[in-house]
């Protein structure tokens, strides 16, 4: 059905009516069941879009680093000029936060970008110019970890062929320690092997590359400089589990991974590697890379699996988890592009080497995006055990203008934010779960002095709130109250009894919701609360912001 | 050999160890052993959704379970009420109620909104979070559902009703996050959409987001008041929800009629439709087939004029419609001359009296005992939604009633039934509620429109607001000019009450034009017409100033009658001349709008706007290409084009007349019937009889625009050097 909305979308510009009632009677699916779907996904639009339509980004590394300005440019250069020329809106996370500001003009994506500049292209586009093409970097950065040092030979896929030793690798992933790079961190080796003896006709091997929480960049520059590393992985989960059937579901802003993974399939397919009788033997494996419709939920792996269905993508209650009831309701392993990524490393390597590449007692290496207030941000390869303080320091060059470290977020906003004093805790599992935070995904967004952590809570809460699905009561209403609480408090209006409201809400959604999202949206605030509550206070009891950035709205009647 | 009863598992819910079968969910474990949990989105006939997250449970896990969906195992140990789940719980409905419009319909109207009764409960009064400041909006557009989207909290019961249980696919969720919301298949209003209303989704709905519309102010006749599951025995309530029958229980009966009994009669007001159950009736005109003529009884000056009744063979007007067909009220036309058809099983008449309120368009007379069921409009509209009725309805229109209905429209008398035949599966039976667009100006055109109940305003937009250029009705058609031209819709057609066209593809459309060269011809002469006609109001428009003119209305007009009260003595020598032209009944009334030094005299306008013609149950008034206003022979006398003219410029005017006695059939009594009449401009004459009677020379008849311009510009130039 995606394909057909984007035909249509591609057509018109959006989805005309009559154009989806077509559709119905041609795809044989009511016209009801259409319009949720696309109605669902920001990727579709159901009125005819403005001639020039700037989105930009306004979550937590472009919030720090010039997004919220760029857009105050924006809307002062084109104050009174019509909606159907010019619109301005937010967008979620661009997953550009390494060059932070980043805006899309027309769905295509600016990164690094000023106001006055974004102006004169928006002004050079409504008097008929033509799209900027946008810097594209197709250079590469070989990996430490990539074993093949540039040019695979799949011999993780080749081996198996030959051994079929599918009981070796599930021991090998079991005994590394690998789990789930994509925030969970559930076992890899224990999920194929639940996939492998789960029951089922049909199985599949999906790849999650749909990161989109703010900060989380890292998947992009794995597939970007090592593709080979992430297909093969998805292949030998295939021949572990005995699916046939891969999908890649990549977010609709990655075009340049895509096509790099487009590339890498290809060559499979011609190498024998995929497809029918793989490398000669009695072993099939099909890949296809499947183009989010977009929206952060789809990163939730139910509702990952939904929209490859073609429904809106909302969580589904669990249990029973993928791993049994997947795709199709089939047995489904569904792994992030880092855990694929290093699955195929570990096979090839060895568990010693993996375990070797920490430090101090921590085991493994892994791949962290560094943004917001540092001089170099950028996604690194460091070893597990590294300390958050080396990270920033070391790795992404200190925080911006020598200020010093007020906070960071180890894993965007679902991590919380820690204060400038735990900086030292190393980048552990089990060191931030202690903490109260998690390693999650390497999404390190730093916060130099001067920055209100309350104006970074807000930012982070309506972050969710802006990618709530919608489907269960406490995250819809919930994160949509939170956000009007945490709003008044930043605009000097909050009431004595607001503290307690907003602990009974925390619980409720932490407790309540039916996925990670309305279960994590409390975790921002409740952080600031616990290492910054003379921030919270402030402007609770005081009604002012320390920080001076949060602007005090007038008292009104 | 029968299934085996699944294996029984133990767990602990509140301390009480429980016995249930494999795959009973928590909440159902529960419930049977007598611990009750509290939910919202989930009811027994549906399947379990967890989305409200009221009946969560600790099972001691990092989160809580969704009781209604998550399955008891065996040695689980469920906690239902401990103070952090009920805390939790609290939140949740504290949450719902912060945009919860309490009381909302369902606890006003029966008291039993799921939602206030959970907070009743839990001592919620004032939510102490924010409200919500943006509307979700009213749907008010179904007759007999109402619809309030702020009282909708997402439960998705009314979707698994719609989808799940009656399998018709209208309802799903719409946009995403606190944005989302419930919407009838492309978000359309109720009313528009494919909704057959089947009421499952409102008896579904927890709160007052779907609830019953009553119908008040109607009463029905005698009959038997049928219960639920009578109905439901008839085919054609087939999946119709039984609990919203029963809310409607009193709006259907089954009536008997003896054979010649009469069922309605013609210029009634009514509110009700009947169905044949059993039994024939015929349906025919009382009235007489004639039109009201003037005529001068002695030649000279003075002469008194005479109105008759005069039929279409003895007095042919000119462009008077030479229908063969009349239209009526029910499924089928009747032939002019001879205006009776018969009804039989499976037949509905008294649609448009019972949506629309408009007058019986004809008498209906058992021809056998009959068995009908009389509705009111709410139970009407359930049928026509249901698609096993749609179903027959249409067939029964495409076998008896797509020749006469084709035919009532002269362009397409040379259609030869082979053509009929092509077209009989082809066309598409379309619905329309008030208000609701049929064909936008501007829009690529795919199709030609038959009228077959209820009326079409076309209008024009232009800068500045709509221009009405035509009402049309039953017998009416549009859409032919962008087939035509092939150019895009030069107008727009919107349906004013509850309207049914015949939809014939702009491919069939060609084939017929192909085929009927005739066709053609007068299709192209028409829409010339139309667009010359069009063309010439918006030049007539354009050229006038318009401030306090239109204020009065008067620009509305075509043609007024204006006394000069200058000269104007009031010595009312132009009422009497009409009143003496017309039979003693005056068209005219010496009293109206001022303007300037100008009484407005009350008589026919010819409006551009002419609401006369909204709502003729036999659409036997029309206007003359001179926009003169014509009643064509089959008026019954209803009176609704008096009624509605704002102008009282339609009189009713009595004629004696021979009738069936009802008492005795076979024998003719004699009776009085009216007929409508509006100001002709005495046309027999060389001018009306008011102009030329008036002895002071004071009144005129005018052109607005072109008369009053003068008088305008004048004042407006004056205003303007003032100011």
């Known amino acids: 059905m995606f394909d057909e909305l984007r035909g249509i979308q591609h057509e018109f510009g959006y989805l005309p009516p009559d154009q989806l009632r077509r559709l119905a009677a041609k795809i044989d699916v009511p016209l009801s069941q259409i319009h949720a779907v696309a109605s669902f996904y920001p990727h579709f639009q159901l009125t005819p879009p403005p001639q020039v339509d700037v989105r930009v980004c306004a979550d937590m590394s472009c919030h720090l680093r010039g997004g919220v300005e760029v857009k105050a440019a924006l809307e002062q250069a084109f104050r009174g000029a019509s909606p159907e020329a010019v619109s301005i809106r937010d967008v979620s996370c661009l997953g550009r936060c390494d060059q932070a500001p980043a805006i899309s003009i027309n769905d295509r994506i600016y990164c690094n970008v000023q106001g006055e500049h974004t102006a004169a292209v928006v002004k050079d586009l409504l008097s008929g110019g033509a799209l900027p093409e946008p810097a594209r970097e197709r250079r590469r950065t070989p990996l430490v970890s990539d074993p093949y040092k540039g040019s695979s030979n799949y011999s993780v896929v080749r081996r198996f062929v030959e051994t079929r030793d599918w009981a070796g690798i599930v021991a090998t992933l079991k005994a590394s320690g690998l789990r789930g790079m994509g925030g969970a961190g559930f076992p890899t080796g224990s999920k194929w092997e639940i996939v492998r003896n789960a029951p089922g006709k049909e199985k599949y091997i999906v790849c999650n590359a749909d990161e989109s929480e703010p900060g989380t960049i890292k998947d992009r520059f794995v597939m970007e400089n090592a593709p080979w590393l992430v297909i093969e992985g998805m292949i030998t989960a295939g021949l572990v589990t005995g699916a046939r059937r891969g999908i890649l579901y990549i977010r609709h802003e990655y075009e340049n991974p895509k096509e790099i993974l487009r590339e890498e399939i290809d060559r499979c397919y011609r190498e024998g590697l995929l497809g029918a009788r793989i490398l000669g033997s009695d072993l099939s494996f099909d890949l296809e890379i499947f183009v989010s419709p977009g929206g952060y939920i789809c990163g939730e792996e139910s509702a990952l699996l939904e929209a490859i269905e073609g429904k809106r993508a909302e969580p589904r209650n669990k249990p029973p988890f993928p791993g049994t009831n997947g795709l199709w309701n089939q047995p489904t392993a569904i792994n992030n592009v880092e855990t694929f990524a290093f699955a195929t490393v570990i096979l090839v390597r060895g568990v010693e080497w993996f375990k070797s590449q920490g430090k101090s007692g921590s085991a493994g290496v892994k791949f962290v ?47 919380g934010y820690l204060p400038a004093s735990m900086a030292d805790l190393p980048l552990d599992w089990n060191a931030l779960a202690a903490a109260g935070s998690m390693v999650g995904s390497g999404a390190i967004v730093v916060c130099g002095e001067g920055r209100c952590m309350l104006d970074m809570a807000l930012n982070a809460v309506r972050f969710y709130r802006n990618e709530s699905c919608g489907k269960c009561v406490p995250c819809r209403v919930g994160s949509q109250k939170m956000v009007e609480m945490l709003t008044g408090w930043t605009e000097g209006r909050a009431s004595d009894s607001d503290l307690q409201l907003l602990s009974e809400l925390s619980f409720a959604m932490k407790l309540t919701s039916i996925c990670g999202l309305g279960q994590i949206v409390p975790a921002p605030i409740q952080s600031v609360l616990k290492h910054f509550p003379q921030v919270v206070d402030e402007h609770v009891k005081n009604r002012r912001c320390p920080a001076g950035v949060c602007v005090p709205k007038r008292e009104t009647a | 050999m029968s299934s085996r009863p699944a294996p029984e598992i133990q767990l602990t819910i509140d301390g009480k160890q429980v016995l249930v079968p494999a795959g009973t969910t928590i909440f159902d474990a529960a ?47 469920v906690k239902t009420a401990t103070e952090q789940v009920q805390g939790a719980r609290h939140t949740l409905i504290e949450l719902l109620m912060s945009d919860h419009p309490a ?56 979707i698994r009703g719609c989808d799940d249980i009656r399998h018709n696919w209208v309802l799903a969720r719409r946009g995403k996050g606190y944005q989302a919301g419930i919407a009838f298949d492309n978000n359309l209003p109720m009313g528009g959409s494919s909704c057959v209303s089947c009421g499952e989704c409102m008896v579904s709905c927890p709160t007052g987001a779907l609830t019953n519309k009553r119908v008040v ?51 009634d007001f009514g509110s009700t439709a009947f169905y044949i159950l059993e039994g024939k009736a015929e349906v025919f005109l009382s009235s007489p087939i004639a039109h009201v003529k003037t005529q001068g ?44 058809a018969g009804l039989g099983p499976g037949d509905l008449f008294g649609e448009m009296t019972c949506m629309s309120y408009y007058p019986r368009s004809a008498t209906v007379r058992a021809k056998t005992d009959c068995v009908m069921l009389e509705m009111l409009r709410n139970v009407l509209d359930i049928l026509q939604r249901n698609k096993t009725f749609r179903a027959q309805l249409e067939c029964n229109y495409r076998a008896r009633a797509l020749d006469s209905h084709l035919r009532s429209v002269p362009i397409f008398a040379p259609l030869t039934k082979d053509f009929v035949d092509h077209l009989r599966d082809r066309v598409e039976l379309m619905r329309f509620s008030p208000g609701q667009v049929i064909c936008r100006q ?60 015949v939809r014939i593809s702009a491919e069939d459309f060609q084939l017929m034009l192909d085929k009927f060269p005739d066709v053609r011809h007068s299709l192209e002469a028409t829409a010339h017409e139309r667009l010359e006609e069009n063309r010439r109001r918006t030049i007539r428009t354009e050229n006038v100033p318009v401030d306090q003119f239109l204020a009065q209305g008067l620009m509305e007009a075509q043609s007024l009658l ?136 004071a009144a005129h008849r005018v052109n607005p625009p072109e008369f009053f311009a003068n008088i305008i510009q004048p004042q407006s130039a004056a205003t303007k050097a003032r100011s």
């Open chain 1, 369 to 415: 995006g560094i943004s917001g207030d540092v001089n170099r941000p950028g996604i690194f390869e460091v070893p597990m055990g590294t300390k958050y303080s080396e990270l920033i320091q070391d790795y992404a060059g200190g925080v911006l203008d020598g200020r010093a470290l007020l906070g960071f977020a180890p894993s965007g906003p679902s991590s």
């Open chain 2, 31 to 77: 419930r049977v052993n007598g611990i009750p949990i509290p939910t919202l989105c989930h009811q027994q006939n549906e399947n379990p959704v967890g989305v409200c997250r009221v009946c969560v449970v600790d099972v001691g896990q990092r989160v809580y379970a969704a009781s209604c969906i998550r399955q008891a195992e065996a040695g689980m140990t």
């Open chain 2, 103 to 158: 009381p909302c319909a369902r606890q006003l109207h029966s008291g039993d909104c799921e939602l206030e009764h959970l907070a009743a409960v839990a001592g919620i009064s004032e939510p102490r979070f924010p409200r919500r400041t943006t509307p979700r909006g009213k749907d008010d557009s179904s007759a007999v559902i109402a619809v309030d989207h702020e009282s909708c909290i997402l439960c998705d019961r009314c």
């Open chain 2, 217 to 267: 102010g109607t009463e029905l006749g005698q009959g038997d008041v049928l219960d639920p599951a009578e109905l439901l025995h008839l085919p054609i309530f087939e999946n119709v929800s039984g609990t919203f029958l029963e809310l409607n229980q009193k709006a259907v009966v089954k009536r008997r009629f003896r054979a010649g009994e009469i069922i309605c009669r013609e210029g």
């Open chain 2, 297 to 340: 009884s002695s030649s000279g000056f003075f002469s008194r004029l005479k109105s008759m009744l005069s039929a279409r063979e003895e007095d042919s007007r000119s462009e008077e419609s030479y229908r063969p067909f009349i239209p009526i009220d029910a499924s089928v036309d009747l032939p002019y001359d001879n205006p009776i």
């Open chain 2, 442 to 501: 501007g829009d690529a055109a795919d199709s030609f429109y038959l009228i077959r109940i209820g009326f079409v305003k076309v209008s024009e937009e232009k800068l500045g607001g709509e221009l009405v250029l035509a009402y049309l009705a039953r017998g009416g058609y549009f859409g032919e000019i962008a087939l035509l031209t092939g150019s895009p819709r030069t107008a727009t057609c919107t349906a004013l009450d509850h309207v049914e066209v």
């Open chain 2, 562 to 697: 204006v006394l000069d009260l200058d000269r104007c003595t009031r010595c009312d020598q132009c009422v009497r001349a009409c009143a003496d032209a017309h039979d003693g009944v005056s068209r005219l009334v010496r009293e109206g709008l001022r303007f300037d030094k100008y009484l407005v005299a009350t008589s026919c306008r010819q409006c551009r706007d002419p609401l006369c013609m909204v709502g003729c149950p036999v659409g036997s008034i029309r206007r003359r290409n001179t926009l003169e206003v014509i009643i064509e022979d089959w008026c019954i006398g209803c009176g609704l084009c008096a009624n509605n003219c704002p102008y009282g410029n339609i009189n009713l005017h009595p004629f004696p007349v021979e009738v069936d006695d009802p008492a005795h059939p076979g024998r003719r009594i004699a009776s009085v019937k009216v007929k409508a009449t509006s100001c002709d401009l005495c046309h027999d004459h060389a001018e009306p009889s008011c102009v030329y009677a008036c002895p002071h020379d």
